[in-house]
Structures are given as structure tokens and as C-alpha cells.
């Protein structure tokens, strides 16, 4: 089965920075809107950016707007997530999907998640 892989996550003050990075091992996710989710603890997944497949189009919840910004770069098969500002609240897991833009839904290719923890 097809997925994802995150890295990038770890400890971080806040007010700091990490870049999280979504690679596709096993396929091409050029022709694919691919974003960026998260889940807290007894909270629910919620969508955080997602990207067109050319890197025209993106869209943020309004939680992350100003704060992080989502990039793509499909000659290295790769789609990053630039985290700054952190805030306790952005601790979660963070995974990426195949996404539909317009809505920020993830339907496919789900990854395993890299923890982001935000803590002084």
C-alpha cells in the first residue's frame, strides 16, 4: 500500500521554528495535491495546509495563516511544511495525505506521522 513518509518533528520551544518534510518513496506525488494534518491528543485530525500539485493553488486553516507555509518540490519528490511562531497548541502529530485543496481534506496515501511538541 501506497503512503507517505514525515520527518522533521521534535522538541522546540515556543516561539521557534521546524520544517517538517513529506517524501513519496514508492511513487511520483507530482500529479498530486498533497497536504499537511494534525492530530492533538484527545482531539480530533484537523487539516493544517495542503498544496496543488504545481504549487500554485494552497489553502491553511486559519489556526496556522501568517505562521506556516507549505511548499513543494517535485524534483526531489518532496513537500514541506515550514513551521514558525510554534505555539503550544500546534503540539500533535503531524502527517500528510493526498489532499483536495479546496476543502483541506486528506483522503489518501496517509503516512505514519511525525510528533511535534511545543513546550518550554
Known amino acids: 500500500q501506497l503512503h507517505f513518509v514525515e520527518s522533521g518533528g521534535g522538541l522546540v520551544q515556543p516561539g521557534g521554528s521546524l520544517r517538517l518534510s513529506c517524501a513519496a518513496p514508492?511513487?511520483?506525488?507530482?500529479?498530486?495535491?498533497v497536504g499537511w494534518f494534525r492530530q492533538a491528543p484527545g482531539k480530533e485530525r484537523e487539516g493544517v495546509s495542503c498544496?496543488?500539485?504545481?504549487?500554485?493553488?494552497?489553502n491553511y486553516a486559519d489556526s496556522v495563516k501568517g505562521r506556516f507555509t507549505i511548499t513543494r518540490d517535485n524534483a526531489k519528490n518532496t513537500v514541506y511544511l515550514q513551521m514558525n511562531s510554534l505555539k503550544p497548541e500546534d503540539t500533535a502529530v503531524y502527517y500528510c495525505?493526498?489532499?483536495?485543496?479546496?476543502?483541506?481534506?486528506?483522503?489518501?496515501?496517509w503516512g505514519q506521522g511525525t510528533q511535534v511538541t511545543v513546550s518550554s
Open positions: 495525505a493526498r489532499c483536495i485543496v479546496q476543502l483541506l481534506r486528506g483522503y489518501e496515501f
Open positions: 514508492e511513487f511520483t506525488l507530482a500529479g498530486y495535491g
Open positions: 498544496i496543488s500539485p504545481g504549487g500554485g493553488s494552497t
